[in-house]
């Protein structure tokens, strides 16, 4: 992504038909336009309900070369200007909604008597609010909101069959991915699904197995029903949860980060230093560096256990030139402006296109990277694990 903030960064952009794209939120963008006489406008658009984009001229900019008469705006002022269109009541009933907030319950309000399949859900899903991480908690709510509750949620666990399980998950089996909360295309045949789709599926209906059958035996231990063979009964698939581990060479490594932009690269040597998951260099501190040792403290995310990376010297050095003039409490990892990271994803996806590695690989592949590197460095795999 482009720092258009940055005067002189505008001025080296060639010449194209359409503008260069600034992302503000979901389907809303602030774009950089240079026409072919030379002159500069900011450009906004936002996206329509049925999928297409309606763009405006917001002003110039403020370069030096803008005509006289023109509307000279910076950065800062046309992203106000746009914000503050987007927000109009006339661009309301046909601008999509803006990102809503994560879902924080399920789709379900147990009522009567009959003690049913979303009560136990219900209750199962505060106790995974106590001892889970909060990304883990939502993953339970949108799979069951979205497969589970509107099929078998009203049934009663007296009632409830391995029959009615077969069913709802072969129906997950055979829908096409989402996109958003909507489904993208209609229900496919399994045996018309290629080996690497059906065994991702196979991994959506191992996690909902997973789920539901710690739900059932939950109500079980509970007394809230005396039927232990339902839950027993519920099985995984095999082999479902074995993907193609992609990770890099250190020669692509450096093709990588040639292609980064200086505090992206930041955020990339610090993912191939310790293996952090990306959640956990944008939350670090600079109080985390060397703060048990030499290395660096990784604060709780999704397993809530902190641990300790230890590194070598080019890896301490890196970390301590990050922190350098920076208090306690500042986060290591911002963007150029001392912004914290927002589309941090969006940016390394293009740096990998750029770097023509893999489309597939995602920032998640440089925790892979790093453990690969250990191995081959001779690190036993009980301390890589560990």
């Not at 803006?98 to 049913?116: A, I, M």
């Not at 952090?276 to 501190?285: A, D, H, K």
């Amino acid at each position: 992504m482009l720092d258009l903030s940055d005067v002189e960064t505008r001025r080296q952009l060639k010449t194209r038909l359409y503008p260069y794209w600034h992302p503000i939120l979901r389907g809303r963008h602030l774009g950089f336009y240079r026409s072919p006489l030379g002159q500069t406008s900011w450009i906004a658009r936002y996206k329509r309900k049925d999928g297409g984009y309606r763009q405006f001229r917001i002003g110039g900019t403020d370069e030096a070369h803008a005509a006289n008469g023109r509307t000279h705006l910076s950065f800062e002022q046309a992203l106000l200007e746009a914000q503050n269109v987007f927000s109009k009541n006339s661009l309301r009933s046909i601008d999509p909604d803006p990102p809503r907030s994560k879902l924080t319950e399920l789709n379900y309000c147990p009522v009567g008597s009959v003690y049913t399949l979303g009560h136990a859900l219900k209750e199962y899903l505060e106790w995974k609010k106590l001892s889970s991480a909060e990304s883990h908690v939502y993953v339970i709510i949108t799979l069951l909101n979205r497969h589970v509750l509107p099929r078998l949620g009203t049934i009663g666990l007296e009632d409830l069959s391995v029959e009615h399980f077969r069913a709802c998950f072969q129906h997950v089996m055979e829908t096409c991915p989402s996109k958003g909360r909507k489904y993208s295309g209609e229900r496919q045949p399994l045996k018309t699904l290629d080996g690497e789709t059906l065994r991702k599926r196979k991994r959506t209906v191992n996690v909902l197995i997973m789920i539901v059958r710690e739900a059932l035996r939950l109500a079980w231990e509970n007394s809230k029903t005396d039927n232990d063979r339902l839950w027993r009964s519920l099985k995984k698939f095999p082999n479902a949860t074995r993907p193609r581990m992609v990770h890099l060479s250190r020669a692509e490594c450096r093709k990588l980060l040639k292609c980064c932009a200086a505090d992206l690269r930041n955020l990339v040597k610090g993912a191939l230093y310790t293996g952090c998951r990306s959640v956990e260099l944008l939350r670090m501190q600079t109080c985390d560096v060397g703060r048990d040792g030499f290395g660096v403290y990784v604060s709780p995310s999704k397993t809530h256990t902190p641990r300790f990376v230890y590194l070598p010297d080019e890896g301490m050095a890196f970390f301590l030139k990050m922190a350098a003039g920076k208090a306690p409490n500042d986060l290591l990892f911002t963007t150029k402006n001392g912004a914290p990271w927002k589309h941090h994803l969006y940016r390394f996806r293009i740096a990998v296109k750029a770097a023509k590695l893999p489309l597939g690989f995602s920032f998640h592949g440089l925790r892979h990277t790093y453990a690969s590197q250990l191995v081959q460095a001779g690190a036993p795999l009980s301390v890589v694990a560990e």
